[in-house]
């Protein structure tokens, strides 16, 4: 996916604490978004979204340049229509950038959504088993691979489920266990449990955290929820509002794994939550 765009030339502030977290600006260059000679599972470059006519278009997503690196676990956050999902659906290929370029040179990336979109007439196990089909694995080997998935997700047994006797959470899991399938290096992840209860919300979040240390994807996760972001990322990224362009970032050097009362967790989620608030005033204020 490639088309053109032009850099903007701004300058670079960068603070850190030490115990917690490095903040740079969003007011960069590309180079400052980068992962530098160690590769990338996604590399994004002046990447700019519009929707509509030329007369009446309407700019979503401005000059976005970014890389997600071998392994790393990265979380897009903004308000409610800053152009997070969009980014993401970019990035899956599942639509086209006005302007910039989208490399991931692991092939296409799974992707799993806010509903967890399985097939209500498939088992558990017959979901996972139709991506393994997609991505042409032999028929013998499906049911093993998909029992080791749901293994690894927690859900042993489950197999044979249908979707209705699954809760909100399982069904979650069965849905991370048909992305994994994919066999994908990178997982983009649209708000997938912005719908659950704080207590699932809270396991969930544990269980993809030792899923990520275990098979060391590399992780693209959209959310609203500064917390959220704050307990599973590696490094969190703030859209602004409309258009969306990366304003701040912050590298979090806070041990996993997080929990969401950790002091340090709390902490660094207050001055995310107060940058945040910035954008949204800001937006306001046009």
Avoid at 28 to 40: K, L
Avoid at 167 to 177: E, K, Y
Avoid at 230 to 245: C, F, H, I, Q, T
């Amino acid at each position: 996916m490639t088309a053109t765009s032009t850099l903007a030339k701004t300058k670079t502030k960068t603070k850190s604490n030490a115990k917690s977290s490095t903040t740079t600006d969003g007011n960069t260059g590309a180079e400052d978004h980068v992962v530098g000679a160690t590769g990338h599972a996604a590399r994004l470059r002046h990447v700019s979204k519009s929707f509509g006519g030329p007369a009446g278009g309407q700019l979503v997503l401005d000059d976005i340049s970014l890389d997600v690196a071998p392994g790393e676990f990265v979380t897009l956050l903004g308000a409610s229509g800053c152009g997070k999902s969009t980014l993401l659906n970019l990035v899956a290929g599942l639509d086209r950038p006005t302007a910039g370029s989208i490399d991931t040179p692991g092939g296409r990336p799974a992707l799993m959504f806010q509903e967890h979109a399985l097939f209500p007439w498939l088992t558990a196990g017959k979901n996972i088993e139709l991506a393994l089909r997609l991505r042409g694995t032999p028929k013998p080997e499906r049911r093993p691979e998909a029992e080791r998935l749901l293994s690894l997700v927690r859900l042993d047994g489950a197999y044979g489920k249908r979707v209705h006797e699954l809760s909100g959470g399982m069904r979650q899991r069965v849905a991370l266990a048909r992305a994994l399938a994919q066999d994908s290096d990178l997982l983009l992840m649209d708000e997938p449990f912005a719908a659950l209860d704080a207590i699932t919300r809270d396991v969930l979040h544990d269980e993809l955290t030792r899923i990520w240390r275990e098979t060391r994807l590399s992780v693209l996760f959209v959310t609203h929820n500064v917390r959220e972001a704050v307990r599973l990322a590696e490094r969190v990224v703030l859209l602004s509002s409309r258009p969306g362009r990366i304003a701040r970032e912050w590298h979090i050097d806070i041990p996993q794994p997080r929990r969401i009362e950790d002091a340090a967790v709390a902490e660094l989620s207050v001055e995310i939550t107060e940058h945040l608030r910035g954008e949204i005033r800001r937006h306001g204020q046009h």
